[in-house]
């Protein structure tokens, strides 16, 4: 299945005649939407085929390519729509702002080379407009598919085009050999570097990787997830002084208040998911072969207030972000299961509760090793993806299944390896830390 993908790209300087084409034609878009919304008001729907058909004619007046009147009306049914799904007695009447720009339908321009060929209405007329395209980029311009959409930002114009990436193509790859293929574990190009990822709420992620401790504190992101469910405000009755914002929003059925904090709640998880998921990528793509290796977490779900603080910080979003920028640089991501990841001894494989004594702390009962439990859960992980990685899943495992083994469950229990090496004999970096202050932390 193709991956989705948008690119923002500026137009190199544009002459006085196509500056001009770009500005009316910009005009002439912005009053098409205007009629479409005004219809669809008037009529009160958001009903695509009638707001079509009530205004597609008189938009075509305006001099429009049939495309650009589509697009027209569909930003007119967004809006329409965008309107309704607001509180009725409180939402003004909607307006199109000047930052509408141009709806470009996929019949109407066309990609070639680093150039934009747009249709201006007349056939066999085109105008053409140099694109600022950065080296990373280029290789991706082939898989331009979809509506676009032409603005102007200041002075300068950009174009928006959405990208139809095929699974199979990962850009250019990081790997040292400069290979334009992704590297792979069984390609005979080396053995891989295995990053085991623990995802947390104490610690949103962790990751033990050659060179020291990758750590995300989540205290701070913890704080702020806990005041979007209560935040506070200066109520004048101390008996709702503490009661949660959100739940008061409800009770006093403002939707559109819920919504809208909703929203921001979510915008800033998204970033926050982009952040660390670029850290991610950032830090495998640095080592020959990575493999990241992640914990299948699904169905974690425990006290109420432990399920806010895991559904706030959607770790489903974090990985799938993960996911697509790791393909991107060639990085290859694996699952395993996350049983008795964070009750194992890297060491000797020791798996019991007892092994945890304190949330943060691990500390062996057998063989005595010890160090900051978030670290051992990324070494087992690591562990478990390199057992995993070198004998692959029986052939009775369907697809997305879990692992054939967990930590703490090694195939063969009669041969323990030394001391340096880890679950089901693999190499795994297992030195002790101690310190709380780990390093690498963001």
């Not at 597609?56 to 305006?62: E, F, H, V």
């Not at 699974?167 to 891989?192: H, I, K, L």
């Not at 850290?279 to 793509?285: E, F, I, K, N, T």
């Not at 369907?398 to 703490?408: F, I, K, Q, T």
Request: proline share 6%; glycine share 10%.
């Amino acid at each position: 299945m193709p991956r989705a993908e948008t690119i923002v790209l500026k137009l190199r300087s544009p002459g006085k005649a196509k500056r001009e084409w770009l500005e009316q034609t910009a005009q002439r878009f912005r009053q098409g939407v205007q009629w479409g919304l005004e219809a669809a008001l008037m009529a009160k729907t958001s009903n695509r085929g009638r707001i079509h058909a009530a205004t597609y004619a008189s938009i075509r007046t305006l001099g429009l390519p049939s495309d650009y009147c589509r697009m027209a009306v569909n930003q007119a049914v967004q809006l329409a729509r965008s309107h309704f799904g607001l509180r009725k007695r409180k939402a003004g009447k909607p307006a199109v702002i000047r930052s509408q720009g141009i709806g470009l339908g996929v019949n109407a321009y066309r990609v070639v080379g680093t150039t934009l060929r747009v249709s201006t209405g007349v056939r066999g007329q085109y105008l053409w407009l140099p694109l600022c395209v950065p080296a990373r980029w280029r290789d991706r311009l082939p898989y331009v598919r979809g509506d676009a959409r032409l603005f102007r930002r200041g002075e300068d114009w950009f174009v928006m085009l959405p990208l139809r990436m095929p699974t199979w193509c990962t850009g250019v790859s990081r790997s040292r050999r400069g290979s334009s293929t992704a590297p792979t574990v069984r390609d005979g190009d080396g053995e891989p570097t295995l990053i085991g990822v623990d995802l947390g709420i104490v610690r949103l992620a962790t990751a033990r990787h050659p060179r020291g401790v990758f750590v995300v504190n989540g205290r701070p992101v913890r704080h702020r997830r806990e005041g979007f469910a209560a935040g506070r405000t200066g109520a004048a009755r101390p008996d709702r002084e503490s009661a949660p914002l959100r739940a008061r929003l409800q009770r006093h059925r403002r939707s559109d208040r819920v919504r809208a904090m909703k929203g921001k709640e979510q915008r800033w998880m998204s970033d926050l998911n982009h952040k660390v998921s670029r850290q991610l990528v950032s830090l495998a793509a640095q080592y020959p072969n990575p493999v990241l290796a992640f914990e299948r977490l699904d169905g974690i779900r425990h006290s109420k207030r432990y399920n806010r603080m895991v559904a706030t910080w959607a770790f489903r979003q974090l990985v799938d972000f993960v996911l697509y920028k790791a393909e991107r640089a060639g990085v290859r991501v694996i699952f395993v299961d996350p049983r008795k990841t964070s009750r194992t001894c890297p060491r000797c494989g020791h798996a019991t509760r007892a092994n945890r004594p304190e949330q943060s702390h691990f500390r062996c009962v057998a063989c005595g090793y010890q160090g900051n439990a978030d670290v051992v859960a990324s070494l087992n992980i690591a562990g478990v993806a390199a057992g995993l990685l070198r004998q692959g899943p029986p052939d009775t495992t369907r697809p997305g299944a879990a692992p054939w083994c967990g930590a703490g469950q090694a195939p063969s229990v009669n041969a323990p390896g030394p001391a340096h090496l880890g679950l089901d004999g693999v190499q795994v970096w297992a030195s002790a830390h101690t310190d709380s202050n780990l390093e690498g932390s963001v």
